[in-house]
């Protein structure tokens, strides 16, 4: 199916007023691949989408925006876990509580996460101690100009902090079609974060962290359908241990998450970062920083792609005044002919 509305703001969680020549709806790998051809024979850029939770537009999009919608979910099993081939256009959060309803544990934690199950892998959703690298057991991608389809394990899917190969090696001409996730039929609970501290280990179940981590992110986020938004706007940057130390002999209560899996640098929070900046509140024309979380920027009133970057650009230059750490944005910046360089734009 093609249809002739071009305006992208009900395509984009910001709520931005943007345009595309032609947006599409494909439900198969055979139309993502049809779509692509009929725009690369009339030479104009192409934009895949999910939900658009985390693209900002900067511009209006001067080509075809084709909305994933390959949907399905099948489910099987061994003796020891369960296994989801899930198509790319499905939503995640129904499939958390899809697959919770049905006995199917391990997603709980990331629960709320707006987008599709296929955009999930690119930045290796994660929250509360949890991302989706755990589950991901492969994902499957189809080469656009020639249809070939392959399976990417997840070791190949090279999954890093809010990182995966689907930003650079198959970032253009592919397309994600499905994920497989494997859910281990003994049940671990994360508990790591937040108030899932307060659950008991020995007793809780995977519908109470679920429920748990509904209600913080509820308590926490603005809703999208309410205020316009993306999610963190800036990745929780990675310092090195002695610029971890210095930060902390300055700043004693700076939160600071040591790495795992033989990884010397050290997350900090960059929420905690640009609160220090007293930014909560501060805006430029119609985008302002959350009110409440400092990490997420908003679309406040009728604000353009520009205000949102004249804002980006304003904290960033904030926090490395203060703390000489440079964010970086988790949002994708999508200009007139496709994605631009994120850090470029707000440097
Ligand atoms: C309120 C809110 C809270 C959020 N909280 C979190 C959180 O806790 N953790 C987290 O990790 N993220 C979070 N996010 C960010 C966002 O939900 C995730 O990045 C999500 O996976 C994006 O899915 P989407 O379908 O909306 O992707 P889109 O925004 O539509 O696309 C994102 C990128 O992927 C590309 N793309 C989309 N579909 C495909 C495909 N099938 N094949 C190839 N490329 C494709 C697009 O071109 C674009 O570059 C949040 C966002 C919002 C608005």
Known sequence: ??????????????SLEACANKISMAESAEALCQFWQQSTDQNEPVLLLGEGSNVLFLDDFSGQVIINRIKSIRVSETTDAWSLHVGAGENWHQLVETSLEQGLSGLENLALIPGCAGSAPIQNIGAYGVELDRVCEYVDIVSLADGVQ?????????????????????????????????????????LSYGDLRNLDPLTVTPREVFNAVCQMRRSKLPDPKMTGNAGSFFKNPLVSAEVAAKLQAEYPHIPQYPQINGDVNVKLAAGWLIDQCDLKGFHIGGAAVHAQQALVLINANEATGQDIVNLARSVRQRVAEKFNVWLEPEVRFIAAQGETDAVEVIA
């Open 1 to 14: 199916m093609s249809c002739q509305q071009h305006s992208l703001k009900t395509w984009n969680t910001f």
């Open 150 to 190: 392959q399976r990417l394990t997840a070791a190949q899917c090279q999954f890093g902090y809010r990182d995966s190969i689907f930003k650079y090696q198959y970032r253009d001409g592919y397309a994600i079609i499905a994920v497989g996730l494997r859910l281990a039929k003994i049940w671990q609970p994360v």
